[in-house]
C-alpha cells in the first residue's frame, strides 16, 4: 500500500527535474552572451585566415610575374590591339582600338556577358606559370564555353565568395556583368592590376610618338616592349603588379573603402620583385591626392607603394599634349557615402 505522502514526495521530486521559465530564461541569456562575447573573436580570426591564403595566393602570382619578366622581359601590363568595340584583328591586318584592362594579366576566361574587355585563359601571360591545363587556340571572337573555362583560383581572394563582394560599399565590383556577383567569375581574377603605370610621362610620350593610324599589332608589340624597358627602371620593390580590388577601387575614387579583410583601408598587393604584403592608404593619402577629377586619373602613391615614376599632375605631358588615357567610371557607380564595414 502507498502512502499518500509518498506520492507527494515523487511528484515533487519529477517537478524539480524540469526547469523553471525563469532558469530557462537565464541559460539563454547566458548563452546568449557568450556567443557576442566569442562571434567577433571568431569573425577576427576567419578574417586572419583569409587574409593569409589572400597573401598567398599574391606570393604565387609573384613568382610568376618573376618567371615571365626572365623568360621575355616584359611586364605583365598590356595594351591590346582591337577592331571597336571589342573584335579580334588578324595578323597581318590594322585595327581601331587600343584597349587596356585591369585583368589581362592573369586568371580564367572572363565571363561570356562581358562585351568590352572580354580576354581568354591563353591570352592572360601569367597562367602558364601557374597552370598546365591552358588552352592554345588563339581567340577568334567566339566566347569560350563552360567546360573551357577552367578554374584559376590562385586568382581569386578568399573574400570573392560570390556573395557579392564588398557590396556593403554600395559599389557593384561587378559592374561590367552586374548579373554575376563574383569579380573572379566575371573577370577570371579578383586583384586588379596596377593602372597607373600608364600616365608615366615617359609611357605618354612612346605613346603619342609611336601609336599613330593604322594601327597594327607591330606597333602595339613595339609599344608594349618599350613599357616594359621604362618600368624596369622603376623602384621594383615600391611598383606593384596587382591588388585586391577594393585596393584599386579606393584610389579610383578617392574613398576610404575598408580592404577585403580588415576594418580599415587595408589591402593587399604583390610587387615587380615578386613580394607581397599588406598595402594601406590612409587619410593622408587621400587628402595628398585631392579631389577626384572625373574622366581623369592620376597616378597613386602611399607608405612603400605607388603605380608610377614620374607623371604630371595636372594630366599632360612634357610636350603639352593631354594624357590620352581617360578614366570614365561608365555606369556612375562610385561608393556612395557614408557606407558602414560589416562587423
Known amino acids: 500500500m502507498i502512502r499518500p505522502s509518498s506520492i507527494r514526495l515523487r511528484s515533487l521530486r519529477r517537478a524539480r527535474s524540469a526547469f523553471t521559465l525563469v532558469e530557462l530564461l537565464v541559460v539563454i541569456g547566458i548563452i546568449a552572451l557568450l ?3 566569442l562571434l567577433p573573436t571568431l569573425r577576427k580570426a576567419q578574417m586572419a585566415a583569409q587574409n593569409a591564403a589572400c597573401l598567398s595566393n599574391l606570393r604565387q602570382i609573384g613568382q610568376a610575374t618573376t618567371m615571365y619578366r626572365q623568360d621575355t622581359g616584359r611586364i605583365p601590363w598590356f595594351f591590346i590591339l582591337r577592331n571597336y568595340p571589342w ?14 584592362t585591369a585583368f589581362s594579366h592573369g586568371g580564367k576566361t572572363t565571363h561570356p556577358v562581358i562585351s568590352v574587355g ?15 591545363d591552358i ?6 571572337g567566339a566566347r569560350a564555353t563552360a567546360d573551357k573555362r577552367q578554374p584559376r583560383d590562385v586568382f581569386r581572394c578568399p573574400a570573392d565568395d560570390g556573395t557579392g563582394m564588398a557590396s556593403y560599399t554600395g559599389t557593384p565590383l561587378t559592374y561590367l556583368g552586374p548579373s554575376v556577383q563574383s569579380p ?14 600608364m600616365y608615366d610621362k615617359e609611357i605618354v610620350a612612346l605613346f603619342n610618338r609611336v601609336m599613330k593610324p593604322p ?20 623602384n621594383q620593390s615600391e611598383t606593384y603588379v596587382a591588388a585586391d580590388l577594393l585596393f584599386i ?16 583601408n587595408a589591402h593587399n598587393g604583390v610587387f615587380l620583385d615578386g613580394h607581397a604584403k599588406h598595402v594601406y592608404i590612409s587619410r593622408q593619402n587621400l587628402s595628398d591626392w585631392g579631389p577626384r577629377q572625373i574622366g581623369r586619373y592620376l597616378p597613386k602613391y602611399g607608405d612603400g607603394w605607388r603605380e608610377a615614376r614620374n607623371w604630371d599632375p595636372k594630366g599632360g605631358t612634357a610636350a603639352g599634349q593631354g594624357n590620352p588615357f581617360p578614366a570614365w567610371d561608365p555606369w556612375g557607380s562610385g561608393p556612395r557615402e557614408g557606407f558602414t564595414t560589416p562587423q
Open 35 to 37: 556567443i557576442a562575447i
Open 118 to 132: 572580354y580576354i581568354d585563359d591563353v591570352s592572360k601571360p601569367l597562367n602558364k606559370y601557374l597552370y598546365k
Open 215 to 234: 594601327l597594327t599589332h607591330d606597333k602595339v608589340n613595339y609599344f608594349n616592349q618599350g613599357i616594359s624597358r621604362i618600368v624596369s627602371k622603376w
Open 184 to 197: 573572379y567569375e566575371l573577370y577570371g581574377t579578383s586583384y586588379m592590376s596596377n593602372r597607373g603605370f
Open 249 to 264: 577601387w579606393a584610389m579610383f575614387y578617392h574613398a576610404n573603402i575598408p580592404g577585403a579583410h580588415s576594418r580599415e
Open 135 to 140: 588552352y592554345s587556340e588563339s581567340w577568334t
Open 87 to 100: 573584335q579580334p584583328v588578324a595578323d597581318n591586318a590594322s585595327g581601331n582600338t587600343l584597349w587596356w
